[in-house]
């Protein structure tokens, strides 16, 4: 039993200090591996190789009205919770009870730490470890950093990631040029990047893009100076 003690507080320390750690380098680092990517690179293999389309750029090289989009779509109250939007939450399952569901009630903060820390599993373990390195990266790492590396780990396709990579493909631009359609289509494909086609848009996901479109016009500009402790 005094081993076994012995060995757990060994797991847990050993567990802290790597994920802090690592949270502390990926917030100097450009994050290129993630355990999705890896997932999905043998999942796909037999179709699309060893073939992954990723290209990292930093935020100032992505247009706002991207930026815009996924927080008019994915965490309307982005600049302004510590991780957690309980909010968004609720609503998120009263619309998707009432089958009409737009936003995820998963955060930005929350999505990035799922996609760059943990493995793509539906499994409370899976959320609880989400949820740790959510507070873990709102605290070691700031508003625009958290942006930086989502819009590039994202999956935007079959084994695609990160919005200069369809911007680049599918739009043949970078993504600093993205125009404020381009940005509300990528946006749109984010829920279900595998079944929704960039490049081949569905009449659901051009309506779906229009309705992007109204909820940036409502947010307004995304202004990371408005963060007064970053």
Sequence with gaps: MRYLKRLIIYIILFFLTYSVSTALLFRFIPVTVTPLKVVRLFENLREEGLSVHSNWVPLEKI???????VVATEDNNYL??????????????????????????????????????????????????????????????????????????????CNMYGVEAPAQEIYEKSAAELNRYEASM?????????????????????????????????????????????
């Design 80 to 157: 302004t919770h510590n991780g957690f939007d309980w909010d968004a939450i609720n609503q998120a399952l009263d619309e998707n009870r009432e089958g009409k569901r737009l936003r995820g009630g998963s955060t930005i903060s929350q999505q990035t730490a799922k996609n760059v820390f943990c493995l793509p599993s539906r499994t409370w373990f899976r959320k609880g470890i989400e949820a740790y390195y959510t507070v873990l990266i709102e605290f070691c790492w700031n508003k625009r950093r958290i942006m930086e590396v989502y819009l590039n780990v994202i999956e935007t396709g």
């Design 186 to 230: 990528i946006a749109t494909v984010l829920p279900n990047p595998l079944r929704m086609k960039l490049q081949a848009p569905s009449d659901y996901m051009v309506r779906r893009a229009a309705r992007v479109r109204t909820l940036m016009n409502q947010l307004g500009e995304v202004d990371f100076d408005k963060k007064t402790d970053e």
């Design 63 to 69: 247009n706002p009205t991207m930026i815009q989009a």
